[in-house]
Nanobody, 125 residues
Framework: QVRLTESGGRSVQSGGSLRLSCVVS????????MAWYRRAPGNGREFVAA????????QYDDSVKGRFTISRVNAENKMYLQMESLKPEDTGLYSC??????????????????WGQGTQVTVSP
């Protein structure tokens, strides 16, 4: 059974930093693109960042470009999201996804086959 587990979310003040982690169990991730999405209260799931299978290419939403960095350690079956200069609009439930069929990044959430339950990030003004 494939399981994705996020951690690292908490409440911080505007301008603060957080590092989110996503651990995958039940399969290896070496041939799979992965991504971070977030869901703000009352909104749908929105793309944050994605990374290709080997970590050589990343894709970011314009709202986080230059502030967030996605990375992965395939040997540990882990993916990370380093978040800097956090803003109140970054508040949301952050979830990681794994694309079982592709090594390459996409913004389209329908391509990701497995999801974690999420970790809450709250940024206060």
């Amino acid at each position: 059974q494939v399981r994705l587990t996020e951690s690292g979310g908490r409440s911080v003040q505007s301008g603060g930093s957080l590092r989110l982690s996503c651990v995958v169990s039940g399969r290896t991730i070496t041939m799979n693109a992965m991504a971070w999405y977030r869901r703000a209260p009352g909104n749908g799931r929105e793309f944050v960042a994605a990374i290709n299978f080997e970590g050589s290419h990343a894709q970011y939403d314009d709202s986080v470009k230059g502030r967030f960095t996605i990375s992965r350690v395939n040997a540990e079956n882990k993916m990370y999201l380093q978040m800097e200069s956090l803003k109140p609009e970054d508040t949301g439930l952050y979830s990681c996804g794994l694309d079982a069929d592709s090594r390459w990044t996409t913004r389209d959430g329908r391509n990701y086959d497995y999801w974690g339950q999420g970790t809450q990030v709250t940024v206060s003004p």
